[in-house]
């Protein structure tokens, strides 16, 4: 019979998987770090954003209730019920530039995770 307690085990397959499980882990921690600096930046620039609709929204609600009350009183006289479109064609206008800007604030990508996604897509081709 062989003494199995002195046989030395050599890398083998356990010990390549357990390699390999702790650099996927080692992995998986590193883009979850980066994900989580990205995730700050991220927070921030949704505040940002919130904020802009946000006074988007109660500047246009001023406008409505101030602007329109003086503006149709006044020019009710002259103009009648077009007034009301005139006013109705001005806020819109406004209504449609405030939304441009927060749409371009979405397309600049200020709420992406540019870093993380490619780094995931280089680790998505070394792997493959």
Not at 54 to 68: K, S
Not at 85 to 104: C, D, Q
Not at 110 to 125: C, G, I, V
């Amino acid at each position: 019979m062989e003494n199995n307690e002195n046989v030395v085990h050599g890398p083998g397959l356990m010990g390549g998987i357990t390699g390999l499980a702790k650099n996927l882990f080692g992995l998986v921690v590193s883009r979850v770090e980066l994900a989580a600096l990205e995730m700050t930046e991220v927070r921030n620039h949704l505040i940002e954003l919130v904020a802009i609709f946000a006074g988007a929204i109660l500047a246009t609600w001023f406008a409505i209730a101030y602007g329109t009350a003086t503006i149709v009183a006044a020019a009710w006289d002259e103009m009648g019920w077009k007034i009301l479109l005139v006013m109705f064609i001005v806020f819109l206008v406004i209504t449609g530039i405030l939304v441009a800007k927060g749409l371009s604030m979405l397309k600049q990508g200020k709420l992406a995770f540019p870093e993380t996604m490619k780094e995931l897509r280089n680790d998505r081709d070394m792997i493959m």
